[in-house]
């Protein structure tokens, strides 16, 4: 593995609950199942990324308690440089998971340790920076530390992947000229936007209205209607392969660590894109967030030769 990605974001532990449909407010529902799953939209692109064929590194903020040495442990398990995962006091992140039976999810995430990344802490590791070919970020971290390593992922010229989720409003205007690659889903879009993404055409201008906003590259990603791509001078459609979805728990960060992946490989942009969601497509057929990442031999599986 030659292709260097460092991610700078969250580590959470799942706590994943199984049930016939999402509960209604006030309502008290029977479970089916229950279990611990490590997590985190930056460890889950990590993951990802490291499972696609790439070198990556995290950067990070776990508690002092057991779920903290039990995310840094599977991290270091997919041989994923842990030297820039600080341990402070307190408890770690952790997201509540509700999955229906239709696959659809409702999460409560609890910051914990990524609340206390701050930018200091990842100025400490500026070395991990300048050994990457491309950063990846979220929003499950302090927003003053995701607008610090953007600018200096821009200062040291590395390819920049913003994954503005959770998003709940405009991205503060200064960040759009560090971001390369910016990848919002349909709702994130919309928030990001201000436009109702619901179909081709809606992503299509709220695409230019992120690329109006400075963005290099807008990646919006679309479910099971694949993903539309922009640049600023034409819109391409990329087309999901067709699966049976069982847990759409993160296809998203599948998608985002499998294209980071393919793209410090120095595979072009519509290669990285067709290898990100079919590794997207295959993580939503199974259980969980990082169980479900499918790893590099399973994407060339699936893919005709």
Avoid at 29 to 38: D, I, N, Q, R
Avoid at 102 to 117: D, E, H, P
Wanted: some cysteine.
């Amino acid at each position: 593995m030659s292709a260097k990605v460092a991610v700078v974001g969250s580590l959470n532990m799942d706590l994943v609950t199984r049930a016939e449909r999402l509960p209604r407010g006030g309502e008290t529902l029977t479970g089916k199942s229950f279990a611990t799953v490590s997590g985190g939209k930056g460890a889950n692109q990590a993951v990802a990324a490291a499972r696609l064929g790439a070198q990556v590194s995290m950067v990070g903020c776990v508690g002092d308690d057991a779920y903290g040495q039990q995310l840094r442990d599977a991290l270091l398990a997919e041989g994923i440089d842990c030297q820039a995962v600080s341990v402070v006091p307190g408890s770690s992140g952790v997201a509540l998971i509700v999955v229906d039976d239709s696959s659809q999810n409702a999460i409560v995430i609890v910051a914990g340790g990524n609340g206390q990344l701050t930018e200091q802490k990842v100025a400490a590791f500026d070395a991990v920076l300048q050994a990457a070919d491309v950063i990846i970020c979220q929003l499950e971290v302090p927003l003053d530390t995701v607008g610090y390593t953007l600018k200096r992922g821009r200062e040291l010229g590395k390819t920049l992947i913003l994954n503005p989720a959770p998003a709940n409003g405009p991205l503060p205007p200064q960040w759009y000229a560090s971001i390369d690659y910016l990848i919002p889903n349909e709702s994130e879009a919309s928030a990001l936007s201000g436009v109702t993404v619901d179909s081709l055409a809606s992503a299509e201008l709220a695409a230019a209205r992120l690329i109006a906003a400075g963005a290099g590259k807008v990646i919006i990603t679309l479910g099971p209607q694949g993903s539309l791509f922009a640049d600023g001078k034409s819109f391409r459609h990329f087309p999901a392969p067709k699966v049976q979805a069982i847990d759409t728990t993160a296809a998203g960060d599948t998608f985002v660590g499998g294209f980071a992946a393919a793209l410090a490989a120095g595979r072009s942009e519509a290669e990285a894109i067709g290898f990100g969601q079919v590794a997207a497509a295959l993580s939503v057929t199974r259980a969980g967030a990082q169980p479900s990442i499918p790893t590099q031999s399973d994407v060339q599986a699936f893919i005709p030769s």
